[in-house]
């Protein structure tokens, strides 16, 4: 069974930074490296949206609001994915999720795509004051 933990959400001030981590539990280091690996992002009274995804030889993509302000990065040996959050804006405020699919991203039928992943972490939360 696969367990996902993210950690690292918190109460931030726009144009601060967080990093986010989430634990991954349950695969090898070859499926870790190789699965496509995504955090999303859940506004009250909206719809889960994809912020980056990450798979095998690093391979990233990121949402629109995400370029140049967010990065994915993953830690094979430490079965560990993260999210680097800088300029942060009041928008980004949420509950962010990492989620896994036993796929690489490229085989899967939309990346961005919430119903594409088979496991999921319980959540951190992020706030951004103005």
């Known amino acids: 069974q696969v367990h996902l933990v993210e950690s690292g959400g918190a109460s931030v001030q726009a144009g601060g930074s967080l990093r986010l981590s989430c634990a991954v539990s349950?695969?090898?280091?070859?499926?870790?490296?190789?699965?496509?690996m995504a955090w999303f992002r859940q506004a009250p009274g909206k719809e889960r949206e994809a912020i980056a995804t990450?798979?095998?030889?690093?391979?990233?993509a990121y949402a629109a609001s995400a370029k140049g302000r967010f990065a994915i990065a993953k830690v094979n040996a430490e079965t560990t994915l993260y999210l680097e959050m800088s300029s942060l804006k009041p928008e980004d405020s949420g509950m962010y999720y990492c989620?896994?699919?036993?796929?690489?991203?490229?085989?899967?039928?939309?990346?961005?795509?919430?119903?594409?992943?088979?496991?999921w972490g319980q959540g951190t939360q992020v706030a951004v004051s103005s």
């Open positions: 349950g695969y090898n280091f070859f499926e870790f490296r190789d699965y496509c």
């Open positions: 989620a896994t699919a036993r796929l690489r991203c490229r085989f899967l039928g939309d990346q961005m795509n919430p119903d594409d992943y088979n496991y």
């Open positions: 990450i798979d095998s030889a690093d391979t990233t």
